[in-house]
């Protein structure tokens, strides 16, 4: 709101200073600012309010040290981060970016969902929560909405790297780098695509078009469909798996902190012509206006981390763990990097991969030998170095580690090409 009203100043009565606003940068310094500040100002009292309402977290003995201390604490915190991201957003953000639109559709559409589970477990005293199917629905159904607007929105669109320009017409474009000279890029003209960038492979993109081996509108129909099968696939499966790294304090807010900060710079990369000239990536017009999102999303995590860090004040609870997740998932399909995911979500994917072995190894040994039998002393991994005698601390602080390097692995991608 802030940024169209400075606009609307510069552009109409050229207001000194109002003129900053039309800076990526600066709006994206102010966001994480303000959602720093909101976290941990405001925080407390969310938390305060937490403990009034008697929302504390239910915790069963499982036998882990330090388990049966944070019983009582108060969870539902995603409160915080989802207040510390949606205001800045609102205030300094372009609202007319379709980008932008998605993301806060997805946070707010994810932060429902998981509040409506934390509901169930604190006021109607089921601990299952929400019934799974229905948490399924609620992400296949945002995957469905972002795919889906990804395909029908004109704004919605993507150039091909400049090294494979030679099969296509190509567009004159003259910017200013940052040494503000005057500098011609020949470009491919924006079009509508199902491309991906594929990572460590220079000069490829996957086009999921190309998977589809049928000719004319039905095979780009099939192609749009296809995609959004991949961006639903994509946004449950990092949903969860954020869901389930959030098990010990500090753990999901840091992990998710350093992959909002990779996101937050391939955003901006892509958005540039200059920049996505150089590094031969695909130029996504419109998309650096993310970098104010994504600078608002680690400021929520950090301010947010300021309660959650061992000993936790507060959990995040499925209200934050669903949201976090699912904002990162659709936030690499917006910028079309989805096939590093792998790399750098590795940690909820390692989180969730041992999930589905336990669960998978004990029910196939139960069946054939009518006794379950278990690979890790429990599940998910965090939990099984808990069992094996490590300190919680340690545990968070060397998955933090891991995820530093899977973060860093990931922007060498954009040389290792």
């Given amino acids: 709101m802030i940024y169209h009203i400075a606009e609307y100043l510069d552009r109409t009565i050229d207001l000194p200073g109002a003129g900053m606003f039309n800076y990526i940068s600066f709006r994206s310094a102010l966001a994480i600012v303000v959602s720093l500040l909101i976290g941990m100002v405001f925080g407390k009292y969310i938390i305060r309010l937490l403990q009034r309402r008697q929302i504390g977290e239910e915790v069963r003995n499982l036998g882990l040290e330090g388990q049966l201390q944070k019983r009582g604490t108060p969870t539902m915190g995603g409160l915080i981060i989802l207040a510390a991201i949606l205001v800045p957003v609102l205030l300094f953000a372009d609202l007319t970016n379709i980008y932008v639109q998605l993301m806060l559709a997805t946070t707010v559409w994810l932060g429902l969902l998981g509040f409506l589970d934390d509901y169930i477990k604190v006021f109607r005293k089921r601990k299952e929560g929400l019934n799974g199917r229905f948490k399924i629905l609620g992400q296949v159904s945002l995957g469905i909405i972002v795919g889906t607007t990804m395909w029908i929105s004109p ?38 695509s199902t491309d991906t960038t594929v990572p460590f492979f220079k000069n490829r993109t996957l086009d999921y078009r190309n998977l589809i081996p049928i000719e004319g509108k039905w095979g780009d129909t099939l192609g749009w469909l296809l995609y959004i099968l991949v961006a639903t696939f994509v946004i449950t499966l990092v949903s969860n798996g954020a869901n389930l790294t959030d098990g010990l304090d500090g ?98 994917i390692v989180e969730s991969c041992s999930v589905i072995i336990q669960v998978f190894w004990f029910k196939y040994t139960k069946h054939r030998y009518g006794e379950g039998r278990r690979v890790f002393l429990m599940a998910p991994l965090h939990h099984h170095y808990q069992k094996k005698g490590y300190f919680e601390v340690k545990i968070v602080t060397r998955f933090w580690i891991v995820q530093l390097l899977l973060a860093a692995i990931t922007l060498m991608t954009l040389k290792i090409r």
Avoid at 181 to 190: D, E, F, G, Q, S
Avoid at 251 to 263: D, R, W
Avoid at 281 to 295: R, T
């Fill in 155 to 192: 704004q919605i669109v993507s150039r091909e790297p400049a090294a494979v320009r030679q099969q296509n017409e190509v567009e004159r474009v003259v910017a200013n780098d940052l040494g503000n000279r005057r500098t011609v890029l020949y470009l491919t003209p924006p079009e509508k």
């Fill in 251 to 348: 753990l999901a807010a840091g992990v998710s902190a350093a992959i909002g900060v990779v996101l937050g710079i391939l955003a901006y990369l892509s958005g540039n012509v200059i920049y996505s000239e150089y590094l031969s990536i695909m130029n996504i017009p419109g998309s650096g206006e993310l970098l104010v999102f994504a600078a608002a999303f680690v400021g929520a995590l950090l301010g947010f981390l300021w309660y959650n860090s061992f000993p936790a004040q507060v959990f995040m609870g499925d209200t934050g763990s669903l949201a976090v997740g699912g904002i990162i998932a659709v936030f690499a399909l917006l910028i079309r990097k989805e096939l590093l995911l792998p790399i750098l979500c590795g940690v909820f």
